[in-house]
């Protein structure tokens, strides 16, 4: 690596390390990043029963989870079954913290209807760094199923969208608008729109096993006007939909054949368009698009011309 990029990561992480510590005053920031290999993964896995013998908050459980999930991976790549248990059973022991923690918050708000003013008095009393692990672990998506299919040429991993951007996001749609997210994985950001704006919100996912996952999150939490369609976003039925979401769903070819099927769903009517990420350059080259917003929570907003 050059010094110069060498030098720039550094300078990088140690800001983050930094706005770790201005974020969580006087509690301990780890400098001990986990790399893959078994010795790590141990001296990881070790730094988590800590932090599960000590009752840890959610930030440092979010770190926890995390950890134990990569020692998993690795053990399971080493084939190392007493590493793959010890990681398993740390994130259960997580996960159970976590639901003694966060259950009753998600009861109380399922048994009100989930309303969004009450969903919102729960995020505002939560301090910032925690609200992405705790929103979630309060829609239950925090876990990520194994995925069933191969991913085509062109299709990417399952990423969930950060709060601040689906905040964002719910700035641009309204409670008569039908959201479509593309690539909805495990359904955070249908949920989290039909909830705060009252729209409808439609998925589509590729892969079953997440499919089936949002489905059962909705029918679980009871939240209203959802629906959601497994199979190819290509070949998907989009009418009716006012407002498109795509975080870096596709690349290449698949973004742009998508593309092509959605100019006659712009022609017949108002839409929106919003990206984030890898597809964000790709829409910006759509010749019947035009931007109206750009760089907020890294979202690009464009409106049929």
Known sequence: MADRPRSKLAAAMAAGREQGRR???GRPITDHVPTGGLADAE???AEVEQAVAGGAPLWRREWAVTVARAAERA?????DDALVARAVALQDALHEQDEREIGPIRESLRAQGFPADAFR???DACPTHERDPLVRRL???DRVPERVTDKPAGMVHYVASPLDAVLEICRWVGPDDVFCDVGSGLGL??????LITGAEARGVEYDPAYHAWAEARAAELGIPRLRYVQGDARYADYTGVTVLYFYDTFRGTLLEELFVRLQPLAEAGPLRIISRGHSN???EAVPWLEVVSRGV???LVMEAR
């Open 43 to 45: 001296l990881s896995l």
């Open 189 to 194: 950001v249908t949920m989290l729109v039909a």
């Open 121 to 123: 008095a729960v995020l």
């Open 75 to 79: 053990g399971r790549t080493a084939g």
């Open 297 to 299: 929570a890294e979202l």
């Open 281 to 283: 350059p790709v829409l």
């Open 139 to 141: 829609l239950r998506v």
């Open 23 to 25: 974020l969580t005053p």
